[in-house]
C-alpha cells in the first residue's frame, strides 16, 4: 500500500493506492485562506493539523501497512518557521501581493531581468524573492525570528518526521537556484537586498530528503519522502517525462509544463524552469495565477453551480455570442507567459442579450486561450496530458480540445499525490510500473472546424490582451 500526500491551497488530500497504480481511497479536507487588501495568508496549524487528520481517516480504511509514503504540495510563498518547527507568523501564499510595488520597481531597473537571466526564473509578487525583501523591509522582526523560510511542504515534512529543515530543488527553483549548479546563486540573493538574510534559506536535499514518521498521521516508522512540489509532482502523476511533451494542470493555478533537456535564458522573461530529480532535465514552466479560480468566481457571481456548467456550454455557440473574457483575475496580476503584476479581467461584449451561459462561456473559453498562451511559449512539441478538478467537466474537456487544437490525454484522481508515491519509490528503490500509474482515462479529440475558428479567435485574444498590458502599465 502506498500513500500519497498533497497539500494544496484550498484543500489537504491523501490518497492510497496499490502496487498497480489503482487509486484505493481518498480523504479530503478544506484549508482556509485569509485574504485582505492583496495579503493572502494562511495558517501553519490549520494546514498541519488537516493533514494529520486526512492520514488519520485514510489510514484507518486501508487493509494492509503503508509500504511508504511521498509528500508534495503547494510551492512558492513564505513559510516562516523557528529552529523547532513552529511557525513565527501565518504563512505568505503564493497568491499574496503585497511585494507587488517592490516587483515594479525590479521590473524597472533591470533587477528582474538579471534573476532571470541566471536562474530562468521570473519573479512575481508570491514568490519567496520579494517577499522576504518584502518582509525585511515592513516586517523585520518576523524573519528575525525564524530559523528558515521554508516551503508548504517542506513544514509538513519536518513535522510529521522530525527531520531538519531541508527543501528540494524543484521548490528551490524560484527564484534562488541557478538550474546549472542546482545550488543557490548568491549573487541573485545579493541583487534582492537579502544577502544579510542568506541563512534562512532552507539546506537543498538532492535527492530528495527521507525519513521516518514519527506516529502523526502516519504510522510510526512509515518511511516518508519530501518532494517534488505539487507542479512537477503533477507531471511525474500524468507521465510527462519526455522532452516536447506537455501538461496542463487546471486547477485553481492554471499551469502549463513542458519537459526539456534544452535551458534557454534569452527572450521575454517569464515562467520558470523547474529542476527534476534529474540532472540535465527540466520542466519549463508557466504557472499561470487563475485557472478554475476565475470560473469559480463567475459561478459565484451569476449563481450557478457547478453541476450546471456543461449544460449550459452547450447552450451557446463558439464565440459566446460576442462576450469576451480576459481571466486574469488575481490581486497580484499575471506571472505567465509574462509578468504583468497590475494587469486585471476584462469583460467585453456583453450587453442586455448576454446570457448566463455566455458568460460562463466566455470565461472557459478565456482560461482555453491563456492555457495555449502558456503551452505555446513553454515549447510544447509532443503530446498533451490534461489534470486537475477542470476535467471533471467533460465539455469543458471538449472546449478546451478545441482552443488548443489537440488531443488531451486525461488524467483523472489524485495525480500529485500519484507523482509523490512514483517520486518516493524511486528515492527508496522501489519498482513500479510507471506506464500502468500514469495511463489516461481517457483522449478527447478536438473538433477540426471548432479547432479552425479558435485559432483565429486565439489571435483576437492576443490582441486585446496587449491592449490590456498597455493599460495596466498606465
Same mark, same amino acid.
Given at each position: 500500500?502506498?500513500?500519497?500526500?498533497?497539500?494544496?491551497?484550498?484543500?489537504?488530500?491523501?490518497?492510497?493506492?496499490?502496487g498497480?497504480?489503482?487509486?484505493?481511497?481518498?480523504?479530503?479536507?478544506?484549508?482556509?485562506?485569509?485574504?485582505?487588501?492583496?495579503?493572502?495568508?494562511?495558517?501553519?496549524?490549520?494546514?498541519?493539523a488537516?493533514?494529520?487528520?486526512?492520514l488519520?481517516?485514510?489510514?484507518?480504511?486501508?487493509?494492509?501497512?503503508?509500504?511508504?509514503?511521498?509528500?508534495?504540495?503547494?510551492?512558492?510563498?513564505?513559510?516562516l518557521?523557528?529552529?523547532?518547527?513552529?511557525?513565527?507568523?501565518?504563512?505568505?501564499?503564493?497568491?499574496?501581493?503585497?511585494a507587488h510595488?517592490?516587483?515594479?520597481?525590479?521590473?524597472?531597473?533591470g533587477?528582474?531581468?538579471?534573476?532571470?537571466?541566471?536562474?530562468?526564473?521570473a519573479?512575481?509578487?508570491?514568490?519567496?524573492?520579494?517577499?522576504?525583501?518584502?518582509?525585511?523591509?515592513?516586517?523585520?522582526?518576523?524573519?528575525?525570528?525564524a530559523?528558515?523560510?521554508?516551503?508548504?511542504?517542506?513544514?509538513?515534512?519536518?513535522?510529521?518526521?522530525?527531520?531538519?529543515?531541508?527543501?528540494?530543488?524543484?521548490?528551490?527553483?524560484?527564484?534562488?537556484?541557478d538550474?546549472?549548479?542546482?545550488?543557490?546563486?548568491?549573487?541573485?540573493?545579493?541583487?534582492?537586498?537579502?544577502?544579510?538574510?542568506?541563512?534562512?534559506?532552507?539546506?537543498?536535499s538532492?535527492?530528495?530528503?527521507?525519513?521516518?514518521?514519527?506516529g502523526?498521521?502516519?504510522?510510526?516508522?512509515?518511511?516518508?519522502?519530501?518532494?517534488?512540489?505539487?507542479?512537477?509532482?503533477?507531471?511525474?502523476?500524468?507521465?510527462?517525462?519526455?522532452?516536447?511533451?506537455g501538461?496542463?494542470?487546471?486547477?485553481?493555478?492554471?499551469?502549463a509544463?513542458?519537459?526539456t533537456?534544452?535551458?534557454?535564458?534569452?527572450? !521575454?522573461? +517569464? =515562467? *520558470?524552469?523547474? &529542476?527534476t530529480?534529474?540532472? #540535465?532535465?527540466?520542466? @519549463?514552466?508557466?504557472?499561470? /495565477?487563475?485557472?478554475?479560480?476565475?470560473l469559480?468566481w463567475?459561478?459565484?457571481?451569476?449563481?450557478?453551480?457547478?453541476?450546471?456548467?456543461?449544460?449550459?456550454?452547450?447552450?451557446?455557440?463558439?464565440?459566446?455570442?460576442?462576450?469576451?473574457?480576459?481571466?486574469?483575475?488575481?490581486?497580484?496580476?499575471?506571472?505567465a507567459?509574462?509578468?504583468?503584476?497590475?494587469?486585471?479581467?476584462?469583460?467585453?461584449?456583453?450587453?442586455?442579450?448576454?446570457?448566463?451561459?455566455?458568460?460562463?462561456?466566455?470565461?472557459?473559453e478565456?482560461?482555453?486561450?491563456?492555457?495555449?498562451?502558456?503551452? !505555446?511559449? +513553454? =515549447? *510544447?512539441?509532443? &503530446?498533451?496530458?490534461?489534470? #486537475?478538478?477542470?476535467? @471533471?467537466?467533460?465539455?469543458? /474537456?471538449?472546449?478546451?480540445?478545441d482552443?488548443?487544437?489537440?488531443?488531451?490525454?486525461?488524467?483523472?484522481?489524485?495525480?500529485?499525490?500519484?507523482?509523490?508515491?512514483l517520486?518516493?519509490?524511486?528515492?527508496?528503490?522501489?519498482?513500479?510500473?510507471?506506464?500502468?500509474?500514469?495511463?489516461?482515462?481517457?483522449?478527447?479529440?478536438?473538433d477540426?472546424?471548432?479547432?479552425?475558428?479558435?485559432?483565429?479567435?486565439?489571435?483576437?485574444?492576443?490582441?486585446?490582451?496587449?491592449?490590456?498590458?498597455?493599460?495596466?502599465?498606465?
Open positions: 500500500m502506498y500513500v500519497g500526500i498533497d497539500v494544496g491551497t484550498s484543500m489537504v488530500k491523501a490518497a492510497a493506492f496499490d498497480a497504480g489503482r487509486e484505493l481511497a481518498v480523504e479530503s479536507r478544506p484549508v482556509g485562506l485569509a485574504l485582505h487588501g492583496g495579503v493572502v495568508e494562511q495558517d501553519m496549524e490549520e494546514v498541519y488537516a493533514v494529520v487528520a486526512v488519520e481517516s485514510l489510514t484507518a480504511r486501508l487493509p494492509g501497512p503503508v509500504e511508504l509514503a511521498g509528500l508534495t504540495g503547494q510551492g512558492d510563498g513564505v513559510w518557521v523557528d529552529k523547532e518547527g513552529v511557525p513565527v507568523r501565518p504563512a505568505a501564499s503564493w497568491m499574496d501581493g503585497r510595488e517592490l516587483l515594479d520597481q525590479w521590473l524597472a531597473d533587477t528582474f531581468e538579471t534573476v532571470f537571466r541566471r536562474t530562468g526564473s519573479m512575481f509578487p508570491g514568490c519567496p524573492g520579494p517577499l522576504l525583501a518584502w518582509l525585511d523591509r515592513c516586517e523585520p522582526k518576523s524573519l528575525d525570528a530559523a528558515t523560510a521554508l516551503y508548504c511542504k517542506d513544514m509538513v515534512y519536518r513535522r510529521l518526521t522530525g527531520a531538519p529543515a531541508t527543501t528540494d530543488v524543484s521548490d528551490a527553483s524560484m527564484p534562488f537556484l538550474p546549472r549548479t542546482r545550488s543557490y546563486d548568491n549573487r541573485v540573493v545579493e541583487v534582492l537586498g537579502l544577502t544579510h538574510r542568506r541563512g534562512l534559506l532552507a539546506p537543498i538532492d535527492p530528495v530528503a527521507t525519513a521516518r514518521a514519527r502523526e498521521g502516519l504510522p510510526s516508522g512509515t518511511r516518508l519522502a519530501n518532494g517534488p512540489y505539487d507542479l512537477p509532482a503533477c507531471a511525474l502523476g500524468a507521465g510527462v517525462t519526455a522532452p516536447g511533451d501538461l496542463l494542470i487546471v486547477g485553481t493555478c492554471l499551469a509544463l513542458v519537459a533537456t534544452e535551458l534557454d535564458l534569452s527572450g !521575454e522573461p +517569464a =515562467g *520558470l524552469y523547474i &529542476s530529480d534529474r540532472p #540535465g532535465h527540466w520542466l @519549463r514552466a508557466m504557472p499561470a /495565477m487563475v485557472g478554475t479560480a476565475a469559480d463567475v459561478l459565484s457571481t451569476t449563481g450557478v453551480r457547478h453541476e450546471e456548467v456543461d449544460a449550459l456550454l452547450a447552450d451557446t455557440p463558439p464565440g459566446a455570442n460576442g462576450v469576451r473574457v480576459l481571466p486574469y483575475f488575481a490581486p497580484s496580476g499575471e506571472r507567459p509574462f509578468v504583468e503584476p497590475r494587469l486585471r479581467a476584462e469583460l467585453t461584449g456583453v450587453c442586455l442579450e448576454s446570457t448566463k451561459a455566455d458568460l460562463i462561456r466566455a470565461t472557459c478565456g482560461i482555453g486561450f491563456a492555457a495555449r498562451h502558456c503551452l !505555446e511559449a +513553454a =515549447g *510544447l512539441t509532443g &503530446s498533451l496530458a490534461v489534470c #486537475g478538478g477542470g476535467t @471533471r467537466s467533460p465539455a469543458w /474537456m471538449r472546449l478546451l480540445a482552443v488548443l487544437g489537440r488531443p488531451l490525454k486525461v488524467v483523472e484522481g489524485e495525480v500529485g499525490a500519484r507523482g509523490a508515491v517520486a518516493a519509490a524511486e528515492r527508496y528503490g522501489v519498482t513500479l510500473d510507471a506506464d500502468a500509474w500514469t495511463e489516461p482515462t481517457a483522449v478527447v479529440e478536438p477540426a472546424a471548432r479547432a479552425a475558428y479558435y485559432a483565429k479567435a486565439f489571435e483576437d485574444h492576443l490582441s486585446r490582451l496587449a491592449g490590456a498590458r498597455d493599460r495596466a502599465r498606465a
